[in-house]
Structure formats: C-alpha cells, structure tokens
C-alpha cells in the first residue's frame, strides 16, 4: 500500500494542478504532476512539491476553541461548541435578523466543495450579505464582464498569436493551465509575439517581445492610447462590430478623440512603442489578453477593465481558437445574480450604500459596515477557509471590527491571525482529509472539473466542512425528521425515485430548495458508498449542469446529471464535463440577442475624463508607489504559515530599483523602513533592475505566525489603507499605496 501514488490536486492557486502523492504514514514522501489529469497534463509549478507544509505541520488545529473572557481559548468538545453557536446564531437572527450575519468566504484556491454546505447553512439563517475575496480583485472586472456579455471571459494562451498581460505575471502567479511551457513556447517563436504592460520587469516582461512598462497606476492612459491607434489607423474588425455587437459608434468616437502621443507622456511608454503593440493587436490572426491585480488593484481599475476588454472586442478577438471566449461552469464561485448585467435593481449594502456586484460585499466597505451604531451594522460573521484580518485592506482596522461583533466563527485549519478574534474557531480537515474540489473550471471548448477522494482520515479531532454544518443545521432544527426520512427510503431505492422525492418535496416546500446541499447529505448522502457522504451536494450540482449545458454535457459523454455525477466520483484525475465547438461560444452571451453591448455610459465618462487629469498619487511626504503583495516563487496567500517552506527569500524583501538605493544609501540583504499613511515596517532591502526607480515591492502572503517559527516578513495589509479604492467597484488598491522609504542603521 505505501507504493501507492494518491491523485489529488494542489491547492496553492486557481489552477490547481493535478497530483500524484506518495505518503510516508502521514507524510506527503513524494509529490508529482499527474499526467492524468485533464488540465494540467502533469504540469506542476516548484510549490506543490512542498505541499507536506500544509499538510503536516504544527499550525494544524485539532480542537474547537472557545475564547474565554480574558481574550485566550480554551479546547472544548464539538458537541458544545456546534451547539453554543447554533444557539448564538439563533439569538443574532432572533435580535436583528439573519440579514445581520455575514458571511465571509468558503472556499480558498481549491477548496469549494465546503462552500456549497455554508450556503445551506446562510440559507437556514436568512443570511443576506456573503462576501469573499473575490471582492477585493475581481467585482470591477465583474460589473464590465457584467454589462459587455454577462459572463467570465478567458484566453486560449496556448494558440494565441499575440498575448497581452495587463498587470499580470503568469510566470510566477500561473492561473492559466501549464502557464510555463505556454509562456515559453510564445517567447521562443519568432511568429508570435508577448506584450506586458507593467512597471516592473517581471519574469514575465522579461521574456516579452514588448515591454510595456508603465509608471505605477497609469495603464488606463496607456490601453487608451492603444485603442486609439486602433481606432485612428483603422485597425478595428468593423465585420465582427457589424455582426456581433451593440453601441459600438459611441465608443468608436470617443476613441477617435484619444490624444496618443500625449497619453503616452503620462503613462511614462515611448509612443512609437505603444503605437507597435496597438498594431500588433490589430493586424495578429488571433490574441488575448489577461488583466489581473497589477490593475484590478490599481487606480481606475474598473474603467482598465473595460479597456483591456475593448482591445480585443474591438478587434474581434474572441470566439476562435486563440482569441477569448465566455465558457461553461460546473457550479457558481462568486455570489448570486451575475455582475452588473443591469436587470433588476442594484443592491447595495445596508449601511454606507456600497454597490454589491455578484452578490458580493465589498471588501473594504466590511469594516465600515461594522464599526458604526447604525441599527442595520453586521453583529455577527461567519468566516470559513479565508484569513481576512490578514488579507483586507487595513487589517488594524479590521480587527477592531471583528472585535465589535457579538459572534465571531472561523473555520480553518491553522490558528490564523483571524481566528485570533474569533468567539469561536473550528478545525477543518485538510484538502487531502475529505472529498474537495475547486470550481475555477474555467476552460473551453473543453471544461474540466475534478472532485479529489481523502487522501488520508481526518486528523483526530478535526471534520469536514461538510459535516461541521450538517452538525449546526441539526442543531437548528430546519427541516422535518420525516420528510428526511422519506427522502432517504426514496434515495434506497434508486436515483430516479430519490430525484422524484426531491423534486416533489421542494415543491411543497420551496425553502428546500435553498437548503438542499444539507438535505443532499443527510439523505442521499447516507446510501452512497463508505465515505463518499461528502459528494453528495455534488450530486445536485451535477445535475443542475447538465440542466444548464446539455448539449454541451452530452458532447462530452454523460446523458444526464446522472452519468456525469458517477464520472466524476469515479475519475480521481478529474473529467472533462463540456465539449464545445467553438461556434457554441456564443449560447454563454447572456443576452437576448447574443450580442456584446459594447457602450458603458459610466465608463465612457471617466475615459474622456482621463485627459484633463494627470496621473499620479504620491506627495512630497510619500514619493513611493509601494505594490503591497506581489506573487513571488516563493509565496502562495496564507496557505502555507511555516517559513521553512521559502527556499529563498525567506524574509520577503522589498524590491528596490538600484537608482532609489544608491539615493537612499540602501544596500541589499540590509534594512530599510517602509511608512505609508497607515503603518509602518521594518524591511529586508533586495536591490534589482527589475524595479523602475519610484516603484517598491512587498511580497503576499508574508507576516503570518507560526508555534514554532514565530513571524516572518511584512503582513502587506499593516501597511494599506481602507479609503484608496475604487470608486465604483470598492476593489481595493493594494498594487498602489504611496509609501516613503527609510534608510535604517542596521
Ligand atoms: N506564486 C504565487 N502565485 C499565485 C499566488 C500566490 O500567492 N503566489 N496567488 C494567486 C492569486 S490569489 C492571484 S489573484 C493571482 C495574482 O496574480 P498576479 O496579478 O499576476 O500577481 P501580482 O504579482 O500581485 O501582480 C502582477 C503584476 O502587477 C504588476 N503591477 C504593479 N503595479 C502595476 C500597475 O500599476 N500597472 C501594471 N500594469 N502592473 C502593475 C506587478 O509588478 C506584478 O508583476 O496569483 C495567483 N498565483
Ligand atoms: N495587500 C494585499 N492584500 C491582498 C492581496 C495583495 O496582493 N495585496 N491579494 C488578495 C487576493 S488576490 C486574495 S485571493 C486574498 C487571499 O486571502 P484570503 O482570502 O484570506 O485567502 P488565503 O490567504 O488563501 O487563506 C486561506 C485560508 O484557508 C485556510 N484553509 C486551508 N485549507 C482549508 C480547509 O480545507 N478548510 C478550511 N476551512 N480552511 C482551510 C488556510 O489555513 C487559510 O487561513 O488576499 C488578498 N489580499
Ligand atoms: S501553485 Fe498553481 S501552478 Fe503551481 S502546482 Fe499549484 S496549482 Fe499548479
Ligand atoms: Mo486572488
């Protein structure tokens, strides 16, 4: 048995790599790329061959903990634990209403199976507002995707003539499959050509036929520019426009206004430069583009959005091999309703107004929710696979918050820096302790999801997610014993009968259907196999998928719900669940006509308003643009809390260019200190040409605790503030905090 290799998948960022893993007891003796699965191909970057870090280590929590009076924990019994929550739970709702309760997380970067079960429990509470990370990234890119086609778009990288990177590293932060050999097969083919806009020379922009390296914050300037070439040297697929698109013209004009050669002195890129990658997008058989934080957490990150999506709409990249497309999901990450695609009326939050996108709260605007005596302030959370006083905006602030609340849970595997706050802290059995699966299926024309068996039981004293809140939804008494009772008889005799029984009992009780990943478990969960109680809200999403893509599920071998359910639980690699021609693209435009709507009145306002404006958000008293958070080789979020995991960079220096050093009197592996409007910190300097002078760096992931290694790094969020975000979207702007730099005598 111990020769045996383990399929599972590595958990450290969105493309969760297949792998294969060879245990020692409970030790991970050997890790490797399973070169079954359907996406990765038996790729793996250097970080999933440390995955025993995250599995075994001294930060796994083995007990619930209640916090006593005097701030410390104590270990009780999960029977006391589950059943004072259930209580304080029902005493939150009871007082000021389930709407009261927000829920924060439920899945991290492979772990969403979890996440289903804490909606039955928001269900059960009549919880309102949930918010994740996702939050303080993506909603700007959201609320664009929103009203352009109501869907998520991707690139096929691996065909694509021209590739442009917006603020994105893929050599370091992947989230596109096998990013690395995809990366160097562009750079080493003299057809194809790597265009990255980004003020640091990145691996990335490194290996890039065209460096776009714009001052901090100032891409908005430069994809105008670009588009403007576009639109002004008449390089726009007017066919694609014609045929596929609404409100072009608007666009089109405001675009023929753009001051080229002036947009270029502000984003700090020689004109000619812009004005060849602009023609290079233009005249390619095929591109893409991937906009990620460098600009998502920036200034005018939501109006950047819609630039870098007018590159290749307007250019009518999309819909062929190489260019974008929308896809195919198994099950939903983000919240309800999809972005801004304008039906109904916009939700907001019950406070300060913020502007709710995809059923999401804001992530800055949580704190604020809280720390006020408004009558409708959060009172309670619910925090599940995330770590939030380390990764919001601000933590100082935010920890005053959660000190503010009634009830604090936190659901985890590690005593985080957000448990720290908690009433009370469960711990979760690991990724490689329970069924898992990540929902970042993101793919087309072929889409692929995997659900991972355990790899090992629980760790004693630990549980699933699954069964945590099976535990509290008891507790809370919502559904009758005998319609349970019934369902499973139904789920005894067979599938058909049991979704029969289902259908029939949701009918005469709609709440069902809002709580039917609990009802899943506690029935069908109950007859399937030893063990496998956990997949069965799979079960259910399986069946809602072939509901929404039947086609596209039957091209790709399952007739129903049914087959594609049994696949998957028996296909450890993983299953490819849609096969798509590319000339089904279209069916995932959600709109009735199947057409992009191409003009945003919001966002042609602030394009026009970039003229009058000069970039720039640093002072005398902050002359540094300090990105807080970089992806380095040797960070993965929080995931991982044991140092000893960082071949190098084990500090997580701060990136200096060597112009700003020799002024500082800097010198590298020595200190500095970095001061920004909310904190202060002490630094390892790493001096490189990579950084251009005015531009620092500061590594994610850094400055969590560890029993035996104590505090390593700068936590990025002592250092960020609430207030600079963007102004629609709420996204935070972490890539862009004014800071100014110290020297230190060591
Ligand atoms: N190694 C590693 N990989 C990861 C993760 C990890 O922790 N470690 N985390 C995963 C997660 S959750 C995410 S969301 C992704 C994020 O992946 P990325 O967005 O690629 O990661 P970052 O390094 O935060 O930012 C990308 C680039 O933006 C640049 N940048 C900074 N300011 C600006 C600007 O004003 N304009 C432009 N154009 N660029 C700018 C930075 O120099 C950096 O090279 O990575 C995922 N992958
Ligand atoms: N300044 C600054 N802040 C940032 C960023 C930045 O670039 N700069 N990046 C932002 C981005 S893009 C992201 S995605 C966020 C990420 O920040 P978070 O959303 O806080 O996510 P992680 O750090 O990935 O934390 C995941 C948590 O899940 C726990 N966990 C692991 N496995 C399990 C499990 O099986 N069950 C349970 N219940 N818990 C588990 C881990 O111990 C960890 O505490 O940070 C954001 N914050
Ligand atoms: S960190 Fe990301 S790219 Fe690297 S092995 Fe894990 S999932 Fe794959
Ligand atoms: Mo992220």
Request: contains cysteine; aromatic residues 8%; glycine residues 10%.
């Amino acid at each position: 048995m111990t020769d045996q290799w383990h399929k599972s998948a590595c958990i450290l960022c969105e493309c969760n790599c297949g792998i294969e893993i060879k245990l020692g007891g409970r030790r991970f003796d050997r890790i490797r790329g399973d070169k079954e699965h359907p996406a990765s191909a038996g790729y793996t970057c250097e970080k999933a061959l440390r995955l025993d870090h995250y599995q075994n280590g001294r930060h796994r929590l083995t007990s619930p903990l209640r916090r006593r009076d005097d701030g410390t924990y104590e270990e009780i019994g999960w029977d006391t634990a589950l059943r004072e929550i259930a209580e304080r739970l029902s005493a939150v709702r009871d007082t000021h209403g389930g709407d009261k309760i927000l829920f924060y997380g439920g899945g991290g970067q492979g772990n969403h199976l979890g996440g289903v079960y804490n909606r039955a429990l928001q269900a059960a509470l009549g919880v309102r507002y949930f918010s994740n990370a996702l939050a303080q990234e993506k909603t700007g890119e959201m609320w664009v995707d929103g009203k352009l086609y109501g869907g998520h778009t991707k690139g096929d990288f691996e065909h694509a003539e021209v590739v442009v990177f917006v603020g994105k590293n893929p050599w370091q932060s992947h989230s596109f499959p096998r990013a690395r050999p995809t990366l160097r097969a562009i750079a080493k083919d003299p057809g194809r050509t790597m265009i990255v806009l980004d003020p640091r020379r990145s691996e990335t922009a490194a290996m890039a036929d065209i460096h776009l390296q714009v001052a901090p914050g100032t891409d908005a300037w430069c994809l105008a520019a670009m588009l403007g070439v576009l639109v002004q040297e008449g390089l726009l697929d007017n066919d694609f426009l014609a045929e596929h698109t609404t409100g072009a013209e608007p666009v089109v004009a405001a675009l023929a206004e753009v001051p080229v050669a002036l947009y270029a002195e502000r984003c700090g890129v020689p004109e000619e430069l812009i004005r060849t990658a602009a023609r290079r997008v233009g005249t390619a058989s095929s591109a893409t583009t991937y906009e990620d934080l460098g600009v998502q957490q920036a200034p005018n990150s939501t109006l950047v959005s819609y630039l870098n999506k007018l590159l290749w709409i307007l250019t009518g990249n999309f819909g062929r091999p190489g260019t974008m497309f929308l896809h195919s999901s198994f099950a939903a990450i983000a919240g309800a309703g999809s972005g801004g695609s304008g039906k109904g009326r916009v939700r907001t939050t019950p406070v300060t107004g913020a502007r709710i996108i995809s059923g999401l709260v804001p992530c800055n605007s949580i704190a604020e929710e809280i720390l006020t005596d408004h009558p409708d302030r959060f009172r309670a959370m619910w925090i599940d696979s995330t770590n939030p006083a380390h990764s919001l905006a601000d933590s100082r602030t935010f920890r005053t918050a959660l000190e503010a609340l009634d009830l604090v849970v936190v659901v985890d595997v590690a005593f985080t820096e957000t448990a720290r706050h908690a009433d009370y802290v469960l711990p979760a059995a690991s990724q490689f302790e329970k069924w898992e699966a990540t929902f970042f299926n993101v793919e087309f024309p072929h889409n692929t999801f995997q659900l991972r068996p355990p790899v090992l039981d629980p760790l004693p004293g630990t549980m699933p997610e699954a069964e945590i809140y099976a535990r509290v939804l008891r507790h809370l008494g919502v559904v009758e014993p005998a319609v349970l009772a019934k369902l499973t008889t139904a789920a005894r005799t067979g599938r058909a009968e049991f979704a029969a029984a289902f259908f029939t009992a949701a009918g005469a009780d709609p709440a069902l259907m809002g709580l039917a990943p609990f009802v899943l478990y506690e029935t069908l969960g109950t007859v399937l196999p030893d063990g496998q109680r956990g997949t069965a809200a799979v079960w259910g999403l399986a069946q809602l998928c072939a509901m929404t893509h039947p086609e596209a599920v039957r091209r790709a071998g399952f007739a129903d719900g049914d087959e594609l359910f049994d696949a998957i639980v028996s296909t450890p690699s993983g299953v490819t669940f849609t096969v798509d021609e590319w000339e089904d693209v279209w069916t995932y435009v959600r709109r009735p006509d199947r057409r992009f709507t191409v003009e945003i009145p919001e966002l042609l306002g602030e394009l026009g308003g970039l003229r009058d404006t000069e970039p720039g958000w640093v002072s005398e008293e902050f002359p540094f643009v300090l990105s807080a958070g970089e992806r380095r080789s040797f960070t993965a979020n929080t995931i991982y809390r044991d140092p000893a995991w960082r071949r190098r960079d084990a500090a997580g220096a701060l990136r200096v260019s060597p112009d700003d050093a020799a002024r500082l009197g800097l010198t590298s592996g020595g200190p500095a200190r970095v001061v920004t409007e909310r904190g202060a910190a002490e630094v390892v300097v790493e001096i490189t040409d990579m950084m251009r002078p005015g531009h620092v760096s500061l590594p994610n992931g850094l400055g969590v605790d560890h029993p035996d290694h104590g505090v390593a790094g700068v936590a990025p969020n002592e250092l960020t503030s609430l207030g600079l975000r963007d102004p629609l979207a709420g996204t935070p702007w972490h890539k862009h905090v004014p800071a100014r730099v110290e020297a230190v005598t060591p």
